[in-house]
């Protein structure tokens, strides 16, 4: 299982959830490997922007901070 790179993060959430894994590679459109989500990254990310990310893009390629 992978992320996209436009993945929201609902959808990041969604396929962690489904797949059992606690972290799953992020992959650009052209199958370039841009990083790795974490469920600590998405607990990050909800502590800083609590109810406002569930439509926000994985965006990892854009965000190399993210990696």
């Known amino acids: 299982s992978y992320l996209s790179s436009d993945d ?5 959430i969604e396929r962690m959830s489904a ?3 606690t972290a799953l590679p992020i992959l650009a459109r052209d199958g370039s490997y841009c990083g790795t989500l974490s469920e600590g990254d998405l607990l ?5 922007n609590p109810g406002g990310c569930s439509k926000e893009a994985v965006g ?5 901070g993210l990696v």
Do not use: D, N, W
């Open 60 to 64: 990892i390629c854009q965000s190399p």
């Open 8 to 12: 929201t993060i609902r959808q990041a």
């Open 19 to 21: 797949s059992g894994y």
């Open 44 to 48: 990050s990310g909800v502590l800083r």
